[in-house]
């Protein structure tokens, strides 16, 4: 029996871990919580010293921090390896964000092209151990790809409920070639989610939406890895894009609990970025988070096109450990942070542009403060959404311009490279 157990953040009743359980009897999310002398007795020298080791659990970046991830046996562990992803510095981001001191952790080379491989690794072994058949998702694209990638590794059966015509093809094809049974609901994001619980509770289906406290363990490694790559020297931000708030609650988690356990020697602050036509705990946070309101989500990040996100209670408590703080910015914004991102080398899709676009925001703010250390999230790959690259912002030229048809003589070509080089 392990020392772990789920407790809901509401009543604070318990359950065990090794029963299928998708929330509190009294309706709240549930989070995974073990004794706080099971972080604070290890030392980040345990991590670092993994980073040498060749073995499949060391070598992720989710599992080398396993003993605060979910204790399994070995042979219980759908493992990619996933995560080890790299921090980048580029100084024409500096430049245009205002932010000298700024690194992009780039979760889009997660094995399936988002982070939600973090918290599916954990989601599926969980599913493995309760020896469940078959795993179920809503989603906008990615966790449906992740989902049925470790689905697929693990033998599982994956049923994934996407919104009828508003995902990238690129993201459902994903999910289609490892063999997910895919439905499109006649409805948006929230109907979907709406349904894939009802469908899990009728049919003892492993449920893995953020809802899952699995996934939200998997992706506190996020910020784990960001603190060991900068050499346990915590910065003063973190700054991620915010949809259904799982993230911002795995990332402020992680943050406390490496804090409370003393791997370092001070706190840094969320910052959660929503876009402005999908922002309801923006809203909510300038309301004091007096208010929850649910809004009809528009935006071209569609991996954060939702109006009710299901973390809420969790991302908000978040926001207030870390005294961080919520922003929005405009699908425009957006657009032009991911062509800063994309033509710096990086490249991210949509949604992952919004840290960018946050960060600088925050900072001609005043928020983010001139010599403050700032890391943005880049949370999903380029080719997650190939078709934004052709959605020209305001006042750029559209991207499509670059191509040229030419003849095949070689004074064509040259001639159509006038004034490029
Ligand atoms: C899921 C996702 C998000 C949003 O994360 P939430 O946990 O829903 O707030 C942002 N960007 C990308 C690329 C994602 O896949
Ligand atoms: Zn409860």
Known sequence: MSD????????????????????CDCGNLLSLERPKEALSALAPALFDARLGRRDPLSRSGVWRF?????????????CHPEGGTHLYRRLALSQWAGIDDLDFKHEGENPTGSFKDRGMTVAVSQAVRLGTKAVACASTGNTSS????????????????????????????????YGARCLKVDGDFDVAMSLVRQL?????????NSVNPFRIEGQK???????????WHPPDWIVLPA???????????ALREAFEAGWI???????????????????????????????????????????????????????????????????????????????????????????????????????????????????????KDPEAVL???????????????VGSTLAEVEAALEGCL
């Open 265 to 383: 020697a001070k706190l840094p602050r969320l910052a959660a970025v929503q876009a402005a036509t999908a922002n309801p705990f923006f809203q909510s946070y300038r309301a004091g988070f007096a208010t929850r309101p649910k809004v009809k989500a528009e935006t071209i990040a569609t991996a954060i096109r939702i109006g009710n996100p299901v973390s809420f209670e969790k991302a908000k408590a978040e926001i207030l450990s870390t005294r961080g703080v919520v922003t929005e910015v405009t699908d425009a914004e957006i657009l032009l942070a991911k062509r800063e991102v994309d033509r710096a080398g990086l490249g991210c899709e949509p949604a992952s542009a919004c840290s960018l676009a946050g960060a600088k925001k925050l900072r001609a703010e005043g928020i983010i403060k001139p010599q403050e250390r700032v890391v943005c999230v880049l949370t999903g790959h380029l080719l």
């Open 66 to 78: 396993r003993e605060g991830v979910l204790n399994l046996q070995e042979g219980q562990i759908v």
């Open 200 to 208: 899990c509770e009728h049919l003892g289906i492993y449920l893995v």
């Open 146 to 177: 992740s989902l049925a990638a470790y689905a697929a590794q693990a033998k599982r059966r994956a049923i994934v409920l996407v919104p009828s015509g508003k995902i990238s093809m690129s993201k459902m094809s994903q999910a289609l070639a």
């Open 243 to 253: 949809g259904n708030l799982g993230n911002t609650s795995a990332l402020g988690k």
């Open 221 to 231: 490694t996020i910020a784990w890895e960001i603190l060991q790559d900068l050499d």
């Open 391 to 405: 959605q020209a912002a305001p006042g750029l030229e559209d991207a499509r311009d670059q191509i040229v048809e």
């Open 4 to 23: 772990e157990w789920l407790e809901c953040i509401g009543c604070h009743a318990r359950y065990r871990v090794d029963q299928i359980r998708n929330g």
